[in-house]
């Protein structure tokens, strides 16, 4: 079926398995080889700043299957060190060289380093890898003190909780002026914020840590607020980088990722393709810029995609257009989003006209729904992501039908900037504070609403 004989995959976590699983699946009986730099073979990542940390989870119970039933070479513990695309060479550590006729990149993330920052101290941790989360619980069962978390994205807030149901004191040192804002938008950042302190989570916001101070009892923290806690262990959970280091002076094009294709071929380079979060592609569903997508669904369906852009060659492989998705939860509340709400320049409120106290805020350019964001509203937020899909269709997919007002008149009335900085404490808003708007009409076809997935 194909004329690639050998396939290396550099990247063995979820993108990297999952594109290896589809090459199987479409006939690919070549020689197959995943190159990894952890240790332990492909895992459930999001389970580590949630069930595992907790203990609901252990790490055999986050393997993921089908681990070794693809006829695969696994190189675990074997970070690449360097590619030579020219000669179709993959350098591993020690100086062995890979023959490869097809490359799938797959590298994902690494944690963001900060300067300053004791890394050598065992009491200051990040969280990316398995080992990352077991060195985590073995600190935070070693000392009964506060825990402080630098971070307020995504993961620090899941550590958070994690913590809070272990019942230990958190602290959240934050840069901006609520949690998740940047992700969620001033609206629902400050209500994040307000259900984080709700739960006895400590916050220091708009404030950053100056001096790390290593104490025999623990770790001191000098705030940019001039004030200062003591801390048994510190968690840094600041963000990621993609992990490119060893595509560096490869001539492949980097730039917060490597730049892709429509149809994930990385651009320039001949048989060569990108898989997840270290791949930055323009989704032809809403233009043609590329992005970076850190979620677990995209880890899934772009690894599938790319396997299938590889086999096909460039010129008969199809653009992968997703409509990207992802959910997470905080203290039982369940937060889905949809499309890419970034690009809105305006946030409406849709409201959920089925359901009780939730709320969904729809993201609006130019008329066009961009994205959506729901808490605790699942019914709600897959009806209106599939007013996302109708606004924003694929090259070449048929157009499904909209109403000439494609956001309802009510919901539109209800815009706010997107840029405008919300301030002080808020409480979700209720369907009786929500502007009252209908369900997009039923079509005869509808757009098949599609299934969330944990964030990355």
């Known amino acids: 079926m194909s004329r690639l004989e050998r396939v290396v995959v550099v990247g063995a976590g979820l993108a990297g398995l999952r594109a290896a699983e589809r090459l199987r699946e479409l006939g690919f009986n070549g020689e197959l080889m995943i190159v990894g730099s952890e ?6 990542r999001p389970a580590l700043s949630k069930q595992l940390l907790t203990g609901a989870m252990k790490p055999a119970d986050l393997m993921l299957p089908a ?5 695969a070479k696994w190189r675990l513990s074997t970070p690449a060190a360097y590619l030579v695309p020219q000669k179709r060479v993959v350098r591993l550590p020690g100086g062995e060289d890979v023959q490869y006729d097809g490359l799938v990149i797959a590298t994902g993330m690494e944690a963001r380093r900060i300067a300053g920052v004791p890394y050598h101290d065992p009491r200051v941790l990040g969280l990316r890898t398995m080992q990352d989360a077991l060195a985590i619980e073995r600190a935070v069962s070693a000392g009964r003190g506060p825990i402080a978390i630098i971070g307020g994205g995504f993961t620090g807030c899941e550590i958070a909780c994690s913590l809070r149901h272990l019942n230990r004191e958190v602290t959240i040192i934050g840069r901006g002026p609520n949690l998740l804002g940047n992700v969620l938008g001033p609206q629902l950042g400050n209500w994040m914020t307000e259900m984080h302190r709700n739960h006895h989570v400590d916050l220091a916001m708009e404030t950053s840590v100056r001096h790390w101070v290593p104490r025999p009892d623990g770790i ?12 048994s262990c510190a968690i840094v959970a ?3 980088v993609p992990a490119t280091s060893w595509l560096r002076g490869s001539g492949l094009p980097l730039d917060d990722g490597v730049v892709c ?12 393709v990108a898989a997840g979060d270290v791949a930055q592609w323009p989704n032809l569903r809403f233009d043609d810029k590329p992005r970076r997508i850190e979620h677990w669904l995209n880890a899934v369906e772009m690894g599938r995609a790319a396997a299938e852009s590889l086999l096909a060659g460039r010129a008969a492989a ?8 992802f959910w997470t939860e905080q203290f039982g509340v369940r937060i889905q989003a949809a499309g890419v709400p970034k690009m809105g320049t305006e946030t409406i409120s849709l409201g959920t006209p089925a359901e009780g106290n939730g709320t969904v805020v729809g993201y609006v350019k130019e008329g066009r729904l961009m994205g959506v964001i729901g808490l605790d509203s699942p019914g709600a937020v897959l ?3 599939e007013t996302v899909m109708r606004h ?3 090259p070449g997919e048929r157009p499904v039908p909209v109403d000439p007002r494609p956001i309802p008149a009510e919901a539109m009335a209800a815009r706010q900037p997107n840029r405008a900085r919300a301030t002080g404490r808020h409480s979700l808003p209720t369907q009786r504070d929500l502007h009252k708007v209908d369900r997009p009409a039923q079509r005869a076809n509808p757009v098949r609403s599609p299934q969330f997935a944990p964030a990355y």
């Open 383 to 385: 009806t209106w992501t």
């Open 67 to 71: 681990y070794r039933e693809i006829g």
């Open 392 to 394: 924003n269709p694929a």
């Open 261 to 272: 294709e429509p149809t994930c071929h990385v651009v320039g380079a001949e048989d060569v």
């Open 220 to 231: 001191e923290l000098h705030l940019s607020d001039g004030t200062y806690m003591l801390a």
């Open 318 to 325: 199809r653009p992968f257009t997703p409509m990207p998705r």
């Open 238 to 240: 600041a963000g990621t």
């Open 39 to 44: 240790a332990t073979p492909p895992y459930h």
